[in-house]
């Protein structure tokens, strides 16, 4: 008997745990890296490792930044770990620690940790590449390099402006050291990239369009209130002529 959870498993657990919708931007987001880590969850070939939960927390934070009501953002990252029956809490403390690592460090330094020569390495950076480098088989995974280019980056936040053969033959060292695939390691870095910033943009257009939704809504509220003020001023108006109107009848009687 199978007892292996399928795709739709987890999406229904997600959905049992976290019922509130979730914005049309940031759904496919959400479901793309649920049914990311439930692939490789079930992939014997697959190992956890701090670099692979740094590539999950790294890229949910970045894409899901800015999402409201904030607590859904918490809600949606808990949710997606219960439905898998994982810690998130684990996966953050060892990215948390692995990022911590690799802080202050040149470049060049962590492009050699990242190529298998790690023994230099902080503790738990140091344990990370040297198990994964010495692993038989090693499940390669999107969000591994994702992972690994955050290490990248913080180590040169202009890292992805870099010249594209200046980045690649880092990329080239860092597949051969630990038999990465090299063009897939690229190519996802690229992807990543590039859908970080047409994330930025789909988030400014929306941005826009929500100010520019409240802008005529407090124009139609303010037009509403001036055409309800003009209402009531033309009451008074008249309320007062008949008032006026009845005071002059009332002093012609009395003149009689």
């Known amino acids: 008997m199978n007892n292996v959870a399928t795709v739709s498993d987890t999406k229904r657990a997600f959905y049992a745990a976290h019922a509130r919708p979730i914005s049309p931007l940031y759904r496919r987001v959400v479901e793309e890296l649920m049914v990311e880590i439930h692939l490789l969850s079930v992939n014997s070939s697959f190992a956890y490792d701090p670099i692979y939960a740094l590539g999950i927390v790294t890229g949910y934070d970045r894409f899901m930044d800015g999402y409201t009501p904030e607590a859904d953002g918490a809600s949606i990252f808990q949710s997606i770990f219960s439905a898998l029956h994982a810690d998130p809490a684990q996966y953050r ?105 047409n994330m930025a943009q789909a988030k400014a257009v929306m941005v826009e369009a929500v100010a520019a939704e409240r802008k005529k809504r407090e124009k139609r509220e303010k037009e509403k209130l001036e055409r309800e003020a003009a209402r009531a001023a033309k009451e008074a108006k008249a309320a007062e002529a008949v008032e006026e109107e009845s005071s002059a009848d009332a002093s012609s009687a009395n003149a009689s």
């Not at 470049?107 to 790690?118: C, I, M, N, Q, R």
């Not at 480098?133 to 402006?161: N, P």
């Open 93 to 197: 403390r060892d990215a948390e620690a692995v990022l911590k690592a690799g802080e202050g460090s040149d470049l060049e330094t962590v492009v050699g940790w990242l190529a298998g020569d790690a023994a230099s390495a902080p503790s738990p950076l140091k344990e990370t590449i040297e198990g994964i480098s010495q692993r038989s088989v090693f499940k390669y995974s999107r969000l591994f390099a994702i992972g690994a280019y955050t290490l990248l980056e913080q180590a040169d936040a202009e890292f992805s402006k870099r010249k594209e053969a200046d980045r690649n033959e880092m990329l080239t060292r860092i597949s051969a050291g630990l038999h990465l695939p090299e063009e897939k390691l690229q190519k996802d870095i690229d992807n990543y990239v590039r859908n970080l910033d």
